[in-house]
């Protein structure tokens, strides 16, 4: 158990709010990602980052931001939501501390928007 | 075509049964990851493995880097081995995930 939770578990939002979903971390792992899984898709990363204030983009990074103020904290925020970009969000950590090695996951947030 | 290909899509089995689930890749790796995506959305490292086979429990996962494919076999499926296994690997400093394969087992 690598000591990840995520929040909310859930969340039904209208086209054009702001969102952020939280991942918190307590071992102090220096890499954390943002994933999202769709039907018909693989794991898709959003953003992920290497250290405090160190983010770098992913494969479907377009309509999201990230932060990261702590070490523990990895924030997605979608600025204005649309209906594309209701998913379920997955974040994670790599245990060994490069982005290749082994990957533990969070619950996931389950996200709509109307 | 995806650079990470796994087959069957899905897969319905009796409990007891031996099960294989294939991943075929198109790239250069330096790893190799298994993955187990529980009904309940909960997702959890398996394996990840560079060469030859690792076994956990009733999990085994094989590699052949030159026929560029990996197998993970069940022995002796259980109701409770039900969930979605996902492959990805490791290519130059990303990891590319394949969409799933769907294991139902039959009590």
């Known amino acids: 158990d690598a000591g990840i939770t995520q929040s909310p578990r859930h969340k039904v939002t209208e086209t054009g709010t702001p969102v952020t979903l939280r991942c918190h971390q307590t071992?102090?792992?220096?890499?954390m990602y943002w994933y999202r899984q769709d039907p018909g898709h693989g794991l898709r990363l959003i953003h992920y980052?290497?250290?405090?204030?160190?983010?770098d983009k992913g494969e479907v990074s377009d309509g999201y931001s990230v932060s990261r103020s702590k070490t523990e904290d990895f924030l997605l925020t979608l600025e204005s939501a649309t209906s594309s970009q209701t998913s379920v969000y997955f974040c994670?950590?790599?245990?060994?501390?490069?982005?290749?090695?082994?990957?533990?996951f969070g619950p996931g947030t389950r996200l709509t928007v109307l | 075509k995806n650079e990470v290909e796994q087959s069957p899509q899905n897969l319905t089995a009796q409990e007891g049964e031996f099960i294989t689930i294939n991943c075929s890749y198109s790239?250069?790796?330096?790893?190799l990851h298994w993955l187990q995506q529980h009904p309940g959305g909960g997702i959890v490292s398996l394996f990840m493995?560079?060469?030859?086979?690792k076994k956990h429990g009733r999990l085994i996962a094989t590699i052949n880097i030159q026929e560029k494919h990996s197998s993970l076999h069940i022995t002796a499926s259980h109701p409770r081995d039900s969930a979605v296994y996902i492959c990805?690997?490791?290519?130059?400093?990303?990891?590319?995930w394949g969409a799933g394969t769907k294991l139902i087992i039959k009590p």
């Open positions: 994670a950590i790599s245990e060994g501390g490069h982005i290749t090695d082994t990957q533990y």
């Open positions: 071992e102090n792992h220096r890499y």
């Open positions: 980052s290497y250290g405090v204030k160190d983010t």
């Open positions: 790239v250069g790796i330096s790893a």
């Open positions: 493995l560079s060469s030859g086979k």
């Open positions: 990805a690997v490791t290519s130059n400093y990303q990891l590319i």
